[in-house]
């Protein structure tokens, strides 16, 4: 299985407009983050996780030629405003994308791109997309996949687990059930927004802290601010966990 870090930036991406910080003005090309999402690909399946603000922009740097499915993690701005995009891939594929999210979420989908699911005048055309409702282990592509219960400040929304794999955005609590979903992990992806607490999202400090008690080969964080320079804070960083960055790709189990 192979994963792609389409974006790993917060909710206003990195650069900032407005903002003159190091960060936002560094030349390093692991600084510059789009919004968040990852592109999973197995056995010829491309599977994406959120559609992300920039996903036009993702999907053409990485030549993105189709998607089989697509998870939501929540339904926050920065996660789904990308989901007109899909219209591309439903023409590609010649039909309705499945989608996968909690109940939350896809019912806030259906508020926000209300024109998706209503009997309107389609004009160049609108999403074509087979929504699931999931809060069980379901079957994709020969794969079983781990909704993974988690909370975004008084949020719920999910990670997922598929084999060694599992990518936990957003996050500001893991549920103490959800600990044992995620044991065993080759390769965890967890969010850390900057080093400053913040209500709704893990700092780099308690990330840090869960991805020990996590026990991962490998942690990845992600969903990253502009107060974080990837240089100065990888170099901080303990074995066995590193800031990912747009772009990287990772193979696992």
Not at 194 to 220: K, M, Q, S
């Amino acid at each position: 299985m192979n994963v792609t870090f389409l974006g790993t930036g917060t909710s206003t991406g990195v650069p900032v407009p407005t903002c003159a910080c190091d960060v936002c003005r560094s030349t390093d090309p692991r600084d510059a983050r789009l919004r968040p999402s990852v592109l999973i690909h197995w056995d010829g399946a491309n599977v994406l996780v959120d559609t992300s603000t920039d996903l036009r922009q993702q999907a053409l740097r990485h030549g993105l030629m189709g998607l089989d499915a697509v998870f939501y993690t929540h339904a926050h701005a920065d996660h789904i405003f990308g989901l007109d995009d899909l219209r591309m891939f439903n023409w590609r594929r010649g039909g309705a994308i499945p989608v996968y999210g909690s109940a939350i979420t896809l019912a806030a989908i259906r508020r926000t791109f209300w024109y998706v699911f209503e009997d309107v005048e389609a004009g160049g055309g609108k999403p074509l997309l087979d929504l699931h409702e999931v809060h069980v282990p379901f079957q994709l592509l020969g794969r079983t996949v781990i909704p993974v219960p988690l909370q975004h400040g008084q949020l719920p929304i999910l990670g997922y687990r598929i084999g060694g794999f599992a990518y936990l955005t957003d996050v500001s609590a893991i549920p103490e059930e959800s600990y044992p979903l995620l044991a065993n992990l080759d390769v965890l992806v967890l969010s850390a927004l900057r080093h400053r607490p913040h209500p709704t999202h893990l700092h780099v400090a308690r990330a840090l802290e869960e991805a020990a008690r996590i026990g991962a080969g490998r942690t990845l964080f992600t969903h990253i601010a502009h107060e974080v320079s990837h240089a100065a804070v990888a170099a901080t960083l303990p074995p066995g966990v590193e800031l990912a960055y747009d772009g990287l790709c990772l193979e696992t189990a």
